[in-house]
């Protein structure tokens, strides 16, 4: 589903685009980028005005050789902006290996599962850190569920 089209001054870590279809803040798009790949990027803010709706977009790279890249040359103004497709996102995002402690579905995204890689979590110091009222003990403890019922010593 086309979104809109880019605008503006665009870099290689975020860009603008004229909002046509609907939307919303966290969304994820994906862009054509010259160099023949689709990148996946988040919407951070919409502004409106009276006549315009803008969306502002993180860029967060493409995988090439199961390795996470950045752009190295911008967008092209006028390009398209399309609502990710979810299989695009769980490749980019690396979220289709379902190994792991499962901590629930990708916001805004049910069909997408999360898993977290047990061994990495557990060999490095691990922090869970947002506002208050955001979920830290409730995934704590989604966490720690996981750990038991993989028989992991706690």
């Known amino acids: 589903m086309i979104l809109g089209k880019i605008v503006g001054k665009v870099n290689t870590q975020d860009f603008k685009f004229l909002v046509n279809g609907n939307a919303r803040k ?6 054509m980028h010259k160099d023949d790949v689709y990148v996946l990027s ?5 502004e409106k005005d009276y ?27 006028g390009i398209e902006v399309l609502r990710a497709e979810d299989d695009f996102v769980e490749q980019v995002l690396g979220l289709k290996k379902e190994k792991g402690a499962y901590v629930g579905v990708l916001d805004g995204r049910e069909k997408i599962k999360v898993f977290l890689d047990i061994n990495k979590m557990l060999t490095k110091h691990l922090s869970i850190i947002a506002k208050t009222g955001t979920g830290k003990s409730f995934f704590s403890g989604v966490i720690v569920e996981e750990l038991i019922e993989k028989n ?3």
């Open 26 to 31: 966290f969304d994820y798009v994906q862009v």
């Open 42 to 46: 988040q919407i951070l803010e919409i």
């Open 51 to 77: 006549d315009n709706e803008t969306a502002i977009c993180g860029v967060i790279g493409y995988r090439e050789n199961d390795k996470l890249k950045q752009l190295t040359t911008p967008f092209d103004p």
């Open 152 to 154: 992991i010593p706690i």
